[in-house]
């Protein structure tokens, strides 16, 4: 109903679309019927045309027309609504491609079952995927419009899934739903649907990161996190945002948290690497507990050796 | 306690108790200056409100950061909601209106429990002023959103715990009129008054309060286990200590659902009053919308589930929840097809608070019907959680409560006050609000189709078109509202002198003095005729 | 209910309105609890095994002790009513005495029942209950949090009975005035009937 | 004008009906000290009714009252049960 090209853009939006267009369909007649009828008794039995009013206490029959056909008629859009959103109950085909969805404060990361992990949900047209839904803090949703998909994320929650079929290659917005908090408005990527020969050729390729060659110093570290989504919380020129700024972070002195006492420690290599891993353990001062998560298993040594790389930048 | 040196047919205002006019106000416990106190801090509030929401509009004119941060978009929207919703819009009618008019309008004194009607007042008042301290205490204002979500109430580090008590508060307040409501009617109708005889916005508050005092105290009791569980830890709702966030959502919706119609229905009593009175014509199927006032309460409990279909519920629940939505649906549409019906063959008199009531049945309707889109499983998963919610929700709760409390204060304007206004100015800001309305609400129902989420602080370039007419609409809005109200208020204080009953209306409260006098009847009346009797 | 009665705002008594009121209030009080009951409910179907081994913890004498405290407490204030309607002011003190005692010995009971509790490292927020199952957790937190709201609606109860026995003492509340204790009456049944369902649900379902 | 049926409970009734509490109460705590699994939940529930039904209408005077009241009393509790099942279709569906 928004653009027609994506009419079919995947196996729900038909089902979806003819649901709105009976509902509001409907709901146009009743509107338009309505309104017209209300400034036409308003005009016509105006006070200078009508002085006087006839007395009608009103009318059994009537009211019984009055109750049926709305009846009937909500009963059908129930039939439309229900029968727009039983493609994607139950259970995934068998040949489903399994991928699960990770949210996290203020981003998305999709794990492939090879192993592979993105920022961007990847797709091949045409064949199920089965998305599993998960989030390690608050509740998130994940909303794809022109695929009419949409989930919330609940942390705690291991059972849920939404599943269907992409029909259209191109890209397409992918939103966080569910309001999370500071920068729920910017927790958004994209899904991208390819051929799937296209898709099997990106999906073989394992190869973690892709460097840039060349390039500043550090500049494969800022593209780790901007993928990981550090910078949601945490900016580079030193204005303070969820977490404290990166910005002459590198080998200085520090006040941290341990339990309820206060330390100082220099932020070194094996500080950062603390951080990243048991981030709770020790708090930097006048910061929150409990908002950075762990990423133990999220990156690997290397990446963070290129966070460190970035660090030092800055 | 009346002292035997009142006067008696003096208006309620003259009457004093005490020599400060501040505590012959705020100790007073005639029903009808506390219906004017409600009246006055509600507006207090709303104006609060109402800038909030013009804030958030002038941010969305542009993407990007216009006039403030995210932290504070997020608090602004948070507390917009808890205002609206908490402040002014649920104890909004019952509290204004009802407490002034439903004694008169069933031929009593005063309600059954004066003191506890003032003591609701005070409660409001402390809750109000709990939910005030969260923006100024602590690290920052709350920033959850007016629906406290679990678990993120847990994580934020914004003081949610003031705006959890405060609410806590208010619903007390809101239980304790919905009771006094209930014995009121119940043991205090004039002689001859049967249920059968008694106007419709009485039997509206009657459903409304039974609602509130059946629906509130769940949401009472889940807003103080997740006070419990910030400052105890005892494990409910957050999935860290194995409780489950979903449940929460069931617990805050079964009380929140049937709090729209807390909002809904005392506003459709006041279109039932106004437009027979406009038409000089008895109401069409008196009966009939009674029933659907009592069934609108009563299935209005069973149909929170729809707020949470993509929450992560069963098949099951996602299909019976939708058919009890359509069915509630249902009673609101034989109410619009009785008030219609009532204008044919009336004789009537298009005058300011008539043209509010259609302004009611117009935008209610397409906050209602656009509620279906809603309803329907398939088109809610793919609209929640858009801007097409807050467009339905604004049209039900401000195009329906809110126009139907501009059409109860232009009706009952003369009574309470005396006085009557000016209608050139008073037809001005109707126009500019119908204009104003349209202009910001209806953009956001095409942007919610178009897949824009609501909460957003930002969005992409491809939602700029109708957030900027939005932006507009919302500057209309509020200059034509503010056209409407300080019209009031210079009438209230310099306006002509009204007649007893200016409208020609025949319920009970345009038999007494403008304004009335402190005990309203000096006999009380005996009931013969229908309320809507118009048959000379 | 449908005759009207035409009241004195100088002179309001309204037997029937007041009492009327106090039921309303008290199915206030049942939905409060029953969001309660819902939680419980919910969480046992997730929990069963979790549950069933917690309320094992509980003692079973203990709590039916309490049970037939209040059940007492629950007559003799009914009882205090007759004696009223009777016009037997003195029985009807002792009556209400005896309640309000009974309910300070039910109070006395859970105080040690409690203190058990946390002397054993069970507690909302303790680290012991930090190690146990999840669902052990949940019952002890609607444990402490049910038993808790209860006990208030005890003390709340017991300043109620308090008032009204002040009350008949002076005789503002007398034989043709005895809504407000009625009222009372009726309160300290509901505190009883939750109870009533508080019992079987924490310290039987084994 | 004081239409209140001004009816007396004698005290015997409630000594009958406390002692019918009280056998309740050490049945029920019996039928949950047998294995039942599953139903002994239930079973110690159904005590519970029976028990507040007696407490409705005897302590409370439900039996003596205005037929409106139990009305009333029987609508709040038809409510409270619906809106439980209703939570329950989606807990047991999941
Ligand atoms: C005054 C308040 C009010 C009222 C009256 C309503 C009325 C209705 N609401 Fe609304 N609603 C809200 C306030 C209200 N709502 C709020 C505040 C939210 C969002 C909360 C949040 O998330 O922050 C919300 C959200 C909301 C949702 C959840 C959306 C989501 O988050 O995904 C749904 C879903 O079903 C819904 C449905 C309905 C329906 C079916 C009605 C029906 O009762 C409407 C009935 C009316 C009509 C049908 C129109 C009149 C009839 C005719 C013109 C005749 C023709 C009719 C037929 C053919 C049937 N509402
Ligand atoms: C009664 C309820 C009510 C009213 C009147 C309004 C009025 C306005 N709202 Fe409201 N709004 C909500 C209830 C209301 N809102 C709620 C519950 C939310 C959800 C919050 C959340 O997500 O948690 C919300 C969210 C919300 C958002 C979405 C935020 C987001 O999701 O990103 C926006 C966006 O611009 C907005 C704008 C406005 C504007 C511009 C106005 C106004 O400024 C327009 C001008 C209005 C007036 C000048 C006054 C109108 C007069 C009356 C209503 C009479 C008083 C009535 C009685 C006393 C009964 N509101
Ligand atoms: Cu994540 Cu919103
Ligand atoms: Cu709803």
Redesign the interface.
Known sequence: MINRELIDASNLVAGVDKAFWVILTISFIFLIGLTITMLYFVYKYNKKRNPKATQIEGSIKLEIIWTTIPLALVLLMFYYGWQGYTPVTGDPPDDAMEVTAVARMWSFQFQYENGKKTDTLYLPKDKPVKINMKSLDVIHGLFIPAFRVKSDMVPGRDDMFRWFIPHLEGKFDLFCTEYCGLSHSYMYTSAVVMPEDKFNEWYKDTTKVVIPAGGKPGQAGLGVMKRIGCIACHSSDGSRLIGPSFKGLYNQPKVVIIGKEEKEITADDEYIKRSIFEPNAEIVKGFNKGLMLSYKDQLTDEEIELIIEYLKTL | ??EPTINLEQSFYEVKNYKSPILNWILSTDHKRIGLLYLYSIMTFFVVGALLGLAMKLELIAPGKTIME??TY?AAFTFHGIIMIFLIIIPGLPAVFGNFLLPIMIGA??V??PKLNLLSWWIYVLGAIVALLSQVMGDGPP???WTF?A??SF???STVLPALIGAFILGFSS?LT???F??TI?????????WLKMPLFPWTLYATAWIQ??????V???LL?VI?EKM?????FD?????????FQ??FW?YSHPAVYIMILPAMGVISEVIPTF????I?????IIASTLLIA?VG??VW?HHMY??????????????LT??V??PS??K???W??T????????EIPLYWA?GF??LF??GG??G??L????????V???SFVVAHFHFVMFGGTGTGFFAALHYWFPKMYGKSYDNTWAKVGFWGFIIGFMMLYMPMFTLG???M????????EQFHGGNILSSFGAIILIASLAIVIINLVTSAKRGKKAPKNPWDGITLEWQVDSPPTL?NFET?PVVEKGPYD??K | MENQVHIQAHDHYDHEGSKLGMWLFIFTEFLLFGGLFITYAVYKYMNPVAFHMAAEELSVTVGAINTVILLVSSATIAMSISAMQYNDVKLTKRLLLATILLAIVFLVNKYFEWGAKISHGIYPGSEQLMEVSRGELLFYGLYFFMTGLHALHIIIGVVFIAVVYFKVANGTVHAERYVLLENSGLYWHLVDAIWIFLFPLFYLIT | MDNHSKHIVPYKTYLIILASLIVLTILSILITEIELGEYSTAGALIFASVKTFLVLSYFMHLKFDNLILKIFVGLVIAVFVAVVVITFMDYIHR
């Open positions: 306690m009346a995210a932290q997020n004194k005063d059954a429990f920033d959850t959103g979500y678990p993120y994580k934020t580090t239980i919905g009771l006094n209930i014995v119940h043991r205090m109708r004039a002689p001859g008054m049967t005092l059946l629906a509130t105290p769940v009472g009791i889940t286990m419990a105890f830890q005892i494990g409910f999935p860290a200590l194995g409780g489950d966030p979903i449940l069931h617990l079964i038409c000089q014509k008895t069409f199927g008196y009966k009939a009563f409990y069973f589930g993509t929450a992560g519920m069963s098949d099951t629940a996602l299909w019976l929840f939708s058919l359509f069915l649906a249902i549409a034989i619009i097809f009785n219609i019906a204008l044919y063959k009336g004789s009537i008199n298009l259609l049945l117009f309707m397409i019907l656009t279906l889109v309803g329907s499983v398939a088109t809610d998963v793919y929640h959680d858009t189709m178009q897949g989420p609501r909460r957003y602080f930002d969005y992409l005990e009380i118009y048959k």
